[in-house]
């Protein structure tokens, strides 16, 4: 009795110092309104750019003026600035915003969510919620939970308790016949048919007690699995054992670029469960938001063609500048291949047709907007000098093109790399 005495007293105490110990955390995250975190991913590489070819330490190109100038890859110093070395560390991500490519007509936005050590409790389960807003529509995606270990076992406890019961009810009718005295009255050749027959040697009162289990299945789940385990929907759910430090889980999801898209945000809110009660509303976080850019939007959308010996508008050619506005890539190469003008080299480059479109780009006038579309070809081969010399020509000739290179991660991963100020 004294053994048992003291295993209750140290249950109790252990009880009462867990529940100090998360009262005290939900008192400080409820004063501190700590909220969800969301950031974007630290970079390792250049994003959304992988060559397989090995990039120089320094390259020697010529200006749009014709002078020759010397390109040295670069990282920022702990100072901050821009120095030369031979080394491209990873850059540590604080902005709300990034630049990111459509590409075959679907884009890639990635982002990270810290649950800090303060958030975290064996007895508590996090989920958060992240929200894309595109435009005025939003969409809800895949949730994370996070679980305590000791929410767990409470979750599993109870699923225990339930499929106890179910186990307990029969599905089986003959469970409740008499077959040794039904076959014996068969038997005796009796007027009253088979089923009549087993109808009487079943017991009624076993039958009533079944049925009254099975009508209770709903209620008991309900009373003894309090919080269910989500299976359904989910991007993750872990459980964690050990309270040591933040969590940081990276999160990918990836959209269908539609004809308008030109940004995209991404909240992030959430809640605490202690059992199946909600104990923290996680405020929603700032958004992050991605500025997409698109290979569309160098598209000539003004140009026409004429039917040959004819002023009549080739029609074909104007459907496939439609596709290739509206994303359509596959149909837009199909109608635009045969002219192999500007437009048709913007569909090839669209579905990494990256030879042909140079090939193609060889023939047209040597404007600011073919300049441009070669220095993304040239930088997805990995042909960086002649890249930066085309992108250093489309910028001398036109301002615009300075801004945009940090859209598209083929020119942004170059002004990176080499520090490109223009």
Not at 74 to 103: I, P, Q
Not at 244 to 273: F, P, S
Request: aromatic letters at 8%.
């Amino acid at each position: 009795m004294k053994t048992s005495a003291a295993i209750l007293y140290a249950g109790a105490v252990l009880f009462s110092m867990t529940a100090c110990g998360d009262a005290k955390k939900l008192t400080g995250l409820r004063r501190d309104a700590l909220p969800a975190t969301i950031a974007l991913v630290e970079e390792n590489e250049i994003p959304e750019l992988s060559i397989d070819s090995s990039r120089p330490e320094s390259m020697v190109v010529e200006d749009p003026y014709g002078k020759k100038v010397i390109m040295m890859r670069a990282v920022k110093d702990s100072t901050g600035e821009m120095t030369a070395t031979d080394v491209l560390d990873a850059a540590v991500v604080t902005a709300r915003f990034r630049n990111v490519a459509e590409r075959h007509g679907m884009v890639n936005l990635a982002f990270q969510i810290t649950i800090p050590e303060r958030m975290q409790d064996k007895t508590w389960q996090i989920r958060f919620y992240p929200e894309l807003y595109t435009g005025r529509d939003s969409t809800a995606l895949d949730p994370v939970i996070i679980t305590g270990d000791l929410y767990r076992e409470a979750q599993r406890r109870g699923y225990g308790r339930y499929n106890k019961y179910l186990a307990s009810i029969s599905a089986d009718s003959l469970r409740f016949l008499n077959a040794y005295q039904l076959k014996v009255f068969l038997q005796r050749k009796t007027l009253l048919t088979a089923e009549d027959a087993t109808a009487h040697y079943t017991d009624s009162a076993l039958v009533r007690r079944n049925r009254a289990k099975i009508s209770r299945k709903e209620e008991l789940f309900r009373r003894w699995v309090r919080s269910p385990i989500i299976t359904e929907g989910l991007r993750l759910d872990s459980v964690i054992t050990e309270i040591n430090g933040d969590i940081v889980y990276h999160y990918a999801q990836t959209i269908l670029a539609e004809r308008d898209l030109r940004k995209a945000e991404i909240a992030l809110e959430g809640e605490i469960y202690k059992e199946d009660r909600i104990i923290y509303d996680i405020p929603r976080s700032e958004p992050l938001t991605f500025y997409i850019s698109t290979l569309t939007s160098l598209c000539d959308a003004d140009r026409t063609w004429y039917t040959p010996d004819s002023t009549q508008i080739d029609t074909t050619y104007r459907r496939g500048v439609r596709a290739l506005l509206e994303r359509d890539y596959k149909t837009a190469v199909a109608l635009l291949k045969p002219y192999r003008d500007y437009n048709s080299a913007v569909a090839l480059s669209a579905l990494d047709y990256n030879a042909t479109a140079l090939d193609v780009l060889q023939g047209c006038e040597p404007l600011p907007k073919v300049d441009y579309l070669r220095a993304i070809l040239h930088a997805r081969r990995g042909e960086d000098r002649e890249a930066v010399e085309c992108y250093m020509r489309a910028c001398a000739r036109e301002r615009s093109f300075v801004h945009r290179g940090n859209l598209d991660p083929e020119i942004a991963g170059l002004i990176k790399l080499y520090n490109l100020k223009l």
